[in-house]
């Protein structure tokens, strides 16, 4: 089976950030090509009162660098600055057919 070198790697990006800011970093992350994101509530352990909005992004690999600068950026202006934001390579966990829908077809 040959190959394809052409393709992108993908990645999940993770971002924490304050509860009500998704929407925020959303609208952001449109520019950086991602194709797909799954927003939700999270709350803390030991105190049940601490909240925060949890992320999950598909996002190509050539647009990382340029697409965490932007919200680090952004998380710098956040008053509750406890956020965080970090990728999980993907390349072992999907097949091509996930691949190409997650890639928009594998477009550049």
Request: net charge positive; with cysteine; glycine share 6%.
């Amino acid at each position: 089976m040959k190959k394809n070198t052409n393709l992108t790697k993908l990645y999940l990006m993770v971002i924490t950030l304050p509860k009500g800011k998704k929407e925020i970093i959303g609208d952001m992350l449109e520019r950086y090509d991602v194709t797909a994101y799954l927003s939700t509530l999270a709350r803390g352990a030991i105190d049940k009162t601490f909240t925060k909005d949890l992320m999950f992004c598909v996002i190509k690999e050539d647009q990382i660098k340029d697409a965490m600068l932007t919200i680090e950026d952004k998380f710098a202006k956040f008053r509750s600055n406890i956020s965080m934001v970090y990728t999980i390579p993907l390349d072992s966990i999907i097949g091509v057919s996930s691949y190409m829908t997650l890639a928009n077809g594998g477009k550049r």
